[in-house]
């Protein structure tokens, strides 16, 4: 049986494991393993699964993950996101459809400082839904808004997606998380543009809120500030080239536990519960990650991404059509898989015949990582939104129904990144 032939069956199972509900780590190690015995035999495959692992994984790049999630979990143990949507909701909770605005914000803020979608949703839904409730605002347009917003913390950088992309495809993290900036500035101002829209069409769906006094406006701001310029030396140090991502990440961790014990947001217990849930979610992540390289080697030995460059590349269509295919794809694949496994299991395979049609990597990167975004909220199975759904004890497709409008700006979005590439690239562009 030819090589191509095995590793595209490799693939088919793989997909079934998966619509199975087996983990997506289990399932790409254990039809990787069996793959590569089929194709050379056990030798070779105990030889894979006990070196591959260990020599890609020990390595320095990988001590950005543990960081960055670090500075998540103690922003998820502190008060910094009620802050940080108290803040925006004083500036601009007085407009028509103002605090689902400062969800999105907020959703953006947060997400520069824990690079979490599950942390985003998790924050939001406990300190934006209430208070939309508390002002009479549409049940249904205020889910559609926090889940839309949430998926912004993958795109604003630090992003656990694009550490991974990057790690995998051996790009430059730093300017990875610079195309991600300026997609998510510009997701931000077209769903803020959508929500003006939306209660301007049917005020009911987001009616003014009170006017909140100068003197607590500039209250709230004061409590934010510390993360504020604590993301501005993370994301300036990246870009500035001051210091490494790895550094950047270890030095948001430490800044994120100082502000948080200075301002009494944090104990020695919550410090304790954030560094043990960063070690499961490290451990997770880097299994993960092994399995992928396991799974890498298979794809190499059955030489399925080879015959899928020269396919690709021997297309006669323009890339257009190509990127428009991958919209297609992520959109089903984000139906029954998390962010960061759809990474890990389309790129290895897909990178290559990719950068062969022209696709610049870094656009590339922001493309791929804002599929992720839009297939954690796509029906019918968006992870984001069963996770809100799960929170706030709210059924998902009323959830769903909110987010459709929210949907199709995303798909605007994604057209205007193939358009005008440079909405990802320009600010890369500009780091040496």
């Known amino acids: 049986m030819r090589p191509e032939l095995i590793g595209l069956i490799g693939l088919i199972v793989l997909l079934i494991l998966l619509a199975l509900k087996m983990w997506v780590g289990a399932a790409m190690l254990v039809v990787s393993i069996v793959g590569i015995i089929i194709l050379k035999g056990m030798g070779v495959a105990e030889t894979v699964a006990g070196n591959s692992a260990f020599s890609n994984l020990n390595s320095y790049t990988f001590t950005v993950i543990p960081m960055f999630t670090l500075m998540g979990m103690v922003i998820a143990e502190s008060t910094m996101g009620q802050d940080l949507y108290a803040c925006a909701y004083a500036f601009v909770g007085r407009f028509r459809g103002g605090l689902a605005s400062a969800t999105v914000v907020a959703c953006g803020v947060l997400g520069a400082i824990t690079g979490s979608t599950h942390i985003a949703t998790m924050v939001m839904a406990k300190v934006a839904v209430p208070e939309m409730k508390k002002n009479n605002y549409d049940e249904t347009f205020a889910l559609g ?200 299991l389309t790129v290895p395979v897909l990178y290559t015949a990719l950068i062969r049609r022209g696709f610049d990597p870094i656009w590339l990167g922001a493309f791929v990582v804002k599929l992720m975004a839009v297939g954690g909220i796509s029906p019918p199975v968006g992870m984001t939104v069963f996770t809100l759904a799960g929170t706030i004890q709210k059924p998902a497709g009323q959830i769903f129904k909110g987010v459709l409008p929210f949907l199709a700006v995303d798909v605007v979005i994604l057209i205007l990144m193939i358009v005008f590439p440079q909405i990802a690239t320009f600010i890369p562009s500009l780091m040496g």
């Open 145 to 344: 808004s926090v889940a839309a917003g949430a998926p912004l913390a993958i795109l604003i950088p630090p992003s656990i997606g694009f550490i991974i992309f990057g790690i995998l495809t051996e790009n430059s993290i730093g300017k990875l998380f610079m195309s991600g900036f300026g997609v998510g500035i510009v997701q931000i101002v077209l769903y803020i543009i959508l929500i003006w829209f939306l209660c301007l069409i049917n005020p009911k769906r987001g009616p003014k809120g009170p006017k909140v006094a100068f003197k607590k406006m500039m209250k709230t701001l004061l409590k934010v500030i510390p993360i504020l310029l604590l993301m501005a030396l993370v994301l300036g140090g990246i870009y500035g080239g001051f210091f490494t991502t790895t550094e950047a990440g270890a030095i948001g961790a430490f800044g994120s536990i100082v502000i948080a014990f200075a301002f009494r947001q944090l104990t020695v217990k919550k410090l304790t519960k954030a560094l043990k849930d960063t070690a499961v979610m490290c451990g997770m992540v880097f299994f993960l990650v092994a399995s992928t390289y396991i799974f890498v080697s298979f794809m190499s030995l059955s030489r399925v991404p080879m015959f899928l460059a020269n396919f690709i590349a021997g297309l006669t269509v323009p890339n257009w059509v190509i990127a428009a295919a991958l919209i297609i794809l992520y959109f089903i694949l984000g139906m029954f898989l998390p962010d960061v496994p759809m990474i890990v």
